[in-house]
């Protein structure tokens, strides 16, 4: 019974030893989604920015953005982003008439992701 109470107690202290600590990205878009909604192709520039937070507590920083076709990378986020801070990445749509489902890749330092990865999503209507 006492061993069993040791090895309970050392599962439970090394737990906290894998708590995620680090950088973590956080957007404010829900589900990383931004919805353009219905929008017609003229007066619409297609331009949308997803905004995030380091809620970790080391450094961020932002490797890599890939879009699929139809959608450009205006901007994104070029130095460390420290504990506390926030950043955008913008994209551009090309308002193509049609449906609108297009996904952006963000690869960081995030710990609160699988590997770092990201999927950014876009969806909509462009009459």
């Given at each position: 019974?006492?061993?069993?109470?040791?090895?309970l107690a050392?599962v439970?202290?090394?737990?906290?030893g894998?708590?995620?600590?680090g950088?973590?990205?956080?957007?404010?878009?829900k589900?990383?989604t931004?919805?353009?909604?219905?929008?017609?192709?003229g007066?619409d520039?297609?331009?949308?920015?997803f905004?995030?937070?380091n809620?970790?507590?080391?450094?961020l920083?932002?490797?890599?953005?890939?879009?699929?076709?139809?959608?450009?990378?205006?901007?994104?986020?070029?130095s460390t982003?420290l504990?506390?801070k926030?950043?955008?990445?913008?994209?551009?749509?090309n308002?193509t008439?049609?449906p609108?489902?297009?996904?952006?890749?963000v690869?960081?330092?995030?710990v609160?992701?699988?590997?770092?990865?990201?999927?950014?999503k876009?969806?909509?209507?462009?009459?």
């Open positions: 019974m006492k061993n069993s109470l040791i090895i050392l439970a202290f090394s737990s906290f894998f708590a995620q600590s950088p973590k990205i956080t957007f404010s878009a589900d990383n931004i919805d353009y909604g219905t929008v017609s192709k007066s520039s297609g331009i949308r920015a905004e995030f937070t809620t970790g507590d080391a450094p920083q932002i490797t890599s953005i890939q879009s699929t076709s139809s959608c450009t990378i205006l901007s994104k986020q070029t982003i504990p506390g926030s950043g955008k990445i913008e994209v551009k749509y308002m008439p049609g609108i489902r297009k996904t952006i890749t690869e960081t330092n995030a609160n992701y699988e590997e770092g990865r990201v999927a950014l876009i969806k909509g209507d462009v009459n």
